[in-house]
Nanobody
Framework: QVHVVESGGGSVQPGGSLRLSCTAS????????MTWYRQEPGSERQLVAT?????STEYADSVKDRFTISREGKTVFLQMNSLKPEDTANYYC??????????????WGQGTQVTISS
């Protein structure tokens, strides 16, 4: 069994910063990549940023130069600066896991709410 848990969401004013964290735990042999998505009610889930096990990263155009994804072992961080009202969403973390026993699957967290409002 593998668990993915996010933390760090909250409410800030436009221009502010937040740092999200996500940790995977359980019977993990290896994590190939860890990715942040976000979703607003009634909208499709949108990829925000991803980091692979070799440290390579990709970002959505809307967050480039404002958000930074980083990783320490089984924990991934999303540093969000210069936040805008349109960044308001529920942020989800997913880990592409190879489990003990060699099964590979993606595990999702429950999400953490980020609200940007004055």
């Amino acid at each position: 069994q593998v668990h993915v848990v996010e933390s760090g969401g909250g409410s800030v004013q436009p221009g502010g910063s937040l740092r999200l964290s996500c940790t995977a735990s359980g019977r993990i042999l290896r994590i190939n990549s860890m990715t942040w998505y976000r979703q607003e009610p009634g909208s499709e889930r949108q990829l925000v940023a991803t980091i692979s096990d070799d440290g390579s990263t990709e970002y959505a155009d809307s967050v480039k130069d404002r958000f930074t994804i980083s990783r320490e072992g089984k924990t991934v961080f999303l540093q969000m600066n210069s936040l805008k009202p349109e960044d308001t969403a529920n942020y989800y973390c997913t880990a592409d896991v190879v489990e003990v026993g060699r099964n590979r699957r993606a595990y999702w967290g429950q999400g953490t709410q980020v609200t940007i409002s004055s």
